[in-house]
């Protein structure tokens, strides 16, 4: 053996009972469990629960992959993979006009990118960059990816809020179909931002009937969290349904006053859903703030036409004061239907190092908002402070639950989640208030996961498997993040493999870089597609 790891708690990912024994990795692998001579080296893990590593379901490290060598924002939580081109929003397939516009629109989740050499244009593409990571060596954990509905739009029809033609959708089908060929697990949509939420349901339907002759799945930023919320939800449920594909819902959280306690709903739909067949999952994180861009609250007609049109509205008297109303009285669409409360808005990030004092203050009203979003060119980031707890507890229960961070890395205070996520659901929610086991969270972390992505060897401490492992301590495992000090790294956490080489060890990161792209390799029902997406290991 390579390594065996001697006296550890088996949590194997399954849901199942923990067990006492000894795991030998030989070549990137699982080879043997029980009792075990020794290998060429040996970890003492008694003490230490022996897990699959995490996967990150909703991630928004599409260039803090490739700027950051270290990301141990994630690799020191036990993450050892992550789902990018989340929230129909990320940076393939793109012609150059389109990938200008994206970088500008999304500057508040990922940086303008003006330190990332953009050598892509396709989904392969980026997921050959990820696998040449640093010097060609890789990236710090592993990568999968999702073909992002509102990037594909804008790409055939631009930012305009109109039907597609019957020529559009066909070029969007195709766009679809060769992100899924060339590797990507399925696709998602944001229908709070443009310009996704400019697609009908009829639309993404037949978008998703691709996806699902791919054998992917559907992972939406459904159309509201807020005022019609089960509406949303029960939307992406129906239209899954006809398409014959698999869903997946995204950061799946019931927000904002009117939904207080109303998790238990939610929860009775989807039930009702799988009784009757539908596939479904959904991740959420075990934070109540949200966390996005200043410019998303706005009204998705301000947002039409692209960043410079929203700026140009911006500065005109009359068209602010239409944009506030609609914020203000109506809710806006982009703040899910519901009036903004400024007071429950905190900045978390911008990118003129001169609005920094702005940042950790809550906005008072809203010529503060609109001398940010010009003053920084909408890239400030926020908390929104609107999540209830029991919506959070009774959600991560769910017996279809994963975890996903939602973690924006911008910004000079962001979200906890980002670094926090999973520590937090193993020393709050398990240890600390017993909500979960630590088997099942385990299984919520890593075992589910891996199945959704159609992993068959990962998520599981089983013979065969990848060796991509974590060991932690549950009696201290906990966030160190905090909403003061977000970018503390969690404790607990000493030791984190992938493909068997230790990316942390005795909690510090090590220089390996075992990360790469891994891509869906089904081919679709009926085609006959070149086997080029796959892991390259």
């Known amino acids: 053996m390579d390594l065996v790891i001697r006296g550890a708690r088996v949590v194997d990912g399954t849901g199942g009972p923990s067990y006492t024994a000894d795991v030998g990795v030989h070549e990137g692998r699982i080879a043997e469990i029980g009792s075990l001579p020794g290998g060429r080296r040996t970890l003492d893990a008694h003490g230490l629960a022996l897990a699959p590593g995490f996967v990150d379901m909703h991630a928004h490290s599409d260039l803090a992959l490739l700027r950051d060598p270290d990301h141990s924002a994630k690799a020191a939580q036990g993450v050892t993979l992550e789902v990018l081109g989340q929230d129909g929003l990320s940076y393939a397939p793109a012609d150059d006009r389109t990938l200008g516009e994206v970088r500008a629109a999304i500057a508040g989740w990922n940086g ?94 037949e978008l998703c009937r691709v996806v699902a002759r791919y054998g992917g799945y559907y992972c939406p930023h459904h159309r509201s969290y807020g005022h019609g919320a089960l509406a949303a939800y029960a939307e992406m449920v129906a239209l899954t349904r006809e398409a014959g594909c698999a869903l997946h819902l995204a950061h799946a959280t019931m927000n904002f006053g009117e939904n207080e306690g109303r998790a238990p709903e939610l929860l009775a739909l989807l039930d009702s859903a799988l009784a009757e067949g539908a596939d479904i999952t959904l991740d959420s994180y075990p934070y109540t703030p949200g966390c996005t861009t200043l410019v998303a609250l706005l009204p998705s007609w301000a947002n039409e036409g692209g960043p410079e049109a929203v700026l140009a509205r911006l500065r005109d008297d009359a068209q602010a004061g239409r944009i506030r109303h609609a914020l203000e009285v109506e809710g806006a669409d982009g703040c899910h239907g519901v009036p903004v409360d400024w007071s429950t808005v905190e900045i978390s990030g911008v990118a003129d190092p001169a609005l920094a004092p702005y940042v950790g203050t809550r906005v008072d009203g809203w010529e503060t908002a609109r001398r940010l ?76 996961p891996a199945a959704r992505l159609r992993l068959p060897d990962r998520g599981l401490v089983r013979v065969g498997h990848r060796a991509d492992l974590v060991l932690f301590d549950p009696d201290t495992v906990a966030a160190g993040s905090t909403y ?41 029902a009926g085609r006959s597609v070149r086997r080029t997406a796959r892991d390259p290991r």
């Open 112 to 205: 303008t990118g003006d330190d990332i050499d953009f050598d892509w244009r396709t989904v392969g593409g980026y997921l050959d960059r990820l696998d040449r990571g640093f010097g060609g060596e890789g990236i710090a954990v592993n990568a999968a990816y999702l073909v992002p509905q509102g990037t594909v739009r804008a790409h055939v029809l631009g930012w305009d809020d109109r039907p597609a033609t019957a020529a559009e959708l066909d070029r969007m089908r195709r766009l679809v179909a060769d992100g899924l060929a060339e590797g990507a697990v399925g696709m998602s949509s944001g229908l709070t931002y443009t310009p996704g939420m400019y697609a009908s349901g009829a639309e993404l339907t």
């Open 373 to 448: 979003l010009l003053d920084d060119r909408l890239a400030p980031t926020v908390l929104q402070h609107v999540g209830h707890e029991e919506n959070v507890r009774a959600i991560m229960r769910h017996r279809v639950h994963t975890g996903g961070s939602d973690g924006i890395l911008q910004g000079a205070k962001p979200h906890p989640r980002a670094y926090g996520t999973f520590p937090h659901y193993l020393g709050h929610y398990v240890r600390e208030l017993g909500l979960l086991s630590l088997e099942e969270c385990v299984a919520h972390l890593a075992g589910r």
């Open 484 to 524: 003061e000090r977000p970018r503390a790294l969690p404790t607990g956490i000493p030791h984190v493999l992938i493909d068997g080489r230790f990316v942390m060890r005795d909690g510090r990161r090590t220089d390996v870089l075992a990360g790469r792209s891994v891509r869906r390799t089904d081919v679709p």
